[in-house]
């Protein structure tokens, strides 16, 4: 698919990888960016008249409805806005409502985007083009490490989500690509410096990339790729090795 012409909508766009994905479109040659940030004039930072700012908190679904009434087309959706809080499943009552936060976020939010916008989405079945959805997603979408298990759960249900979509939309023209980043530079990894990330800007460009090639996954860093590859082949090895990264010991008082 060409990126020239087309139009997009990246939820989550104010900063960490969804900013470098405004970026890297406007790169390609879109026609029109629609960016999404919970705080108005968050999206500042670009002056480019193909850049329109949507307000949108993923979890209200009014909020959705009324950043819909501001689009009159669209040919590619990025769910890419998400939290996480870095809680274990076992974990005390009040850090229970980040749990809640994480699946709001990062499943329903998708979920109620999704069922936003998807009919924009839809092309004429004689047209070529297509239209196409990203979810952002992780190979935490597959194992799950014991320190962050509330948003790996919220990841999986994501990857869920992802795989339902593509069966109901098959018939509609419309593709779906998962998007995994592996460690990647932004806010949400602050304090995990000791460990090597990857660049948004590169997690962008791949993202871009894999939009024109019509992928249907795309894994960007080599923690991503190498773990994407043992779950292929040793599923049960790769939990065993997420199995390490334990949060603190559990007391039972
Ligand atoms: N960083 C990584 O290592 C990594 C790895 C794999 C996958 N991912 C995924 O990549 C995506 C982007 O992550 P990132 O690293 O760029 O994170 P980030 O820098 O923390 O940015 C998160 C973005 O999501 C938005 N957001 C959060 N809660 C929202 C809500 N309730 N409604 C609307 N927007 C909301 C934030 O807006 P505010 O500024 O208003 O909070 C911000 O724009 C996420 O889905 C994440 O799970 C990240």
């Known amino acids: 698919m060409k990126l020239e012409g087309k139009s997009i909508l990246i939820t989550g ?87 809640q936060e994480e699946i709001e976020v990062n499943y329903l939010g998708p979920l109620n985007v999704c069922n936003m916008f998807w009919p924009l989405l839809v092309k004429n079945k004689n047209n070529e083009e297509k239209g196409v959805i990203v979810n952002v997603m992780s190979t935490l979408a597959k194992v799950t490490y014991p320190f962050c298990g509330t948003y790996c759960a919220s990841k999986h249900a994501t990857l869920a989500l992802t795989r339902g979509l593509r069966a109901q939309l098959s018939d509609f023209n419309v593709d779906v690509l998962e998007a995994y980043p592996g460690l990647t530079d932004t806010d949400m990894t602050e304090g995990l410096d000791h460990l090597p990330k990857v660049s948004p800007l590169k997690v962008a460009k791949k993202i871009m990339s894999a939009i024109e090639n019509n992928d249907s996954e795309v894994y960007v860093g080599d923690d991503s790729i190498e773990m994407a590859q043992q779950i292929l082949t040793d599923p049960e090895g790769a939990q065993k090795e997420a199995n390490q990264y334990m949060p603190d010991p559990l007391t039972s008082s």
């Open 13 to 99: 766009a104010n900063r960490g990888i969804g900013k470098s994905l405004i970026s890297q479109a406007l790169d390609k040659g879109v026609s029109k960016v629609y960016g999404t940030c919970r705080i108005p004039g968050s999206l500042n930072f670009i002056n480019d008249d193909r850049l329109v700012e949507l307000v949108m908190e993923v979890r209200d679904i009014e909020s959705i409805k009324k950043a819909r009434e501001k689009v009159s087309s669209l040919d590619i959706l990025i769910n890419n806005a998400g939290v996480l809080h870095n809680i274990p499943i076992l974990t005390s009552e009040d850090k229970l409502i980040n749990a």
